[in-house]
């Protein structure tokens, strides 16, 4: 029988893997995680903030530059990290790129849920809102998408669906605490996993859904959009799903050091790079998808070593 979370009994996640495992992660350098590269993955490094960030918004103008009427197309993005989005909608206005005669699309990943259904535009901490107040309603109203190309985890079917109708040819994600993208988190450890997290095949088989969300993504959230104020976060989301995921043709992760730790970095790179797939690290999942990069602060990866403060 595995181990049970050290965080959360009740619950699947990363505490629950081998020691083995940890104690090799955790010896890896960040010239190792470098040379984790492979074919189907990649491996990139920034040395400025800045580069970082304009390279995550230059992969929406490379999305929506393949978009036209006949084959439209688009990209799936993040809240967590949110600093490129207001990066986007410059870019977009300082080409006069325009979108809606492209009929470029934009996938916003997840929502809060609250009784039952996702939060409006009106709550504090809404996605979409961010979505829109950083990128979208800063873009120049005659080169905006018409707001039926965005699509946002409300009408869970209809978005779902959504993949199917349009090209998406990335998604991008960050990295939580948890080692989600999106909120696609660790299962309960209950019913059928109560002895063992769901299988990959299992895992992937789930698409876009309302999901409970692990304590640790609660309180990460909490962190880094609340100011530490646990009340103000839902304890569930809506959440795009593996299987959309596996319908785009690439998918990109952030990584600054703002979300995740030293130690969960160098986990689910060293994981997808070995094709270690467990459903209790939903990251990596992504070993199993043909065309995954992570893209590093390099100076936000830290030492994984103890340090007392």
Not at 1 to 22: C, E, F, H, N, Q
Not at 45 to 62: G, K, Q, R, V
Not at 211 to 236: E, F, K
Request: include cysteine; proline fraction near 7%.
């Amino acid at each position: 029988m595995r181990k049970r979370s050290v965080v959360a009994p009740d619950w699947w996640d990363y505490t629950t893997i081998d020691d083995g495992l940890v104690r090799d992660v955790a010896r890896l350098t960040v010239k190792d995680l470098e040379q984790l590269s492979r074919p189907g993955f990649r491996v990139v490094m920034y040395d400025t903030i800045e580069s970082f960030y304009l390279a995550e918004a230059l992969e929406y103008i490379e999305a929506w530059k393949q978009s036209t009427p006949d084959n439209p197309c688009g990209i799936c993005g993040p809240i967590g990290p949110t600093e490129q989005l207001p990066l986007v909608a410059q870019i977009v206005n300082a080409t006069d790129m325009d979108l809606g005669a492209l009929d470029a699309h934009f996938w916003g990943m997840d929502e809060w849920v609250e009784n039952g259904k996702a939060v409006g535009l009106s709550h504090p901490l809404s996605f979409a809102k961010c979505d829109l107040d950083l990128c979208f309603n800063r873009i120049r109203p005659e080169l905006r998408m018409p707001m039926a190309n965005l699509h946002f985890p409300i009408d869970l079917d209809g978005y779902s669906e959504s993949y199917d109708a349009v090209s998406c040819k990335l998604m991008q994600g960050g990295q939580g605490d948890v080692k989600h993208w999106a909120f696609n988190d660790p299962l309960r450890r209950e019913g059928a996993y109560a002895d063992a997290p769901p299988t990959p095949e299992q895992y992937r088989q789930l698409g876009t859904r309302i999901v409970d969300l692990h304590p640790m993504t609660v309180m990460q959230n909490a962190r880094t959009s609340g100011g530490g104020n646990i009340s103000l976060v839902p304890t569930q989301a809506a959440t795009v799903g593996p299987r959309e995921t596996w319908k785009t043709e690439k998918v990109s992760i952030w990584q600054a050091g703002c979300h995740d730790n030293a130690f969960g970095m160098r986990l689910t790179t060293f994981m997808i790079s070995k094709g270690i797939a467990d459903a209790a690290v939903p990251m990596s999942l992504l070993a199993d998808h043909p065309n995954v990069q992570f893209n590093f602060f390099r100076p936000g990866i830290g030492p994984c070593e103890v340090e007392m403060h």
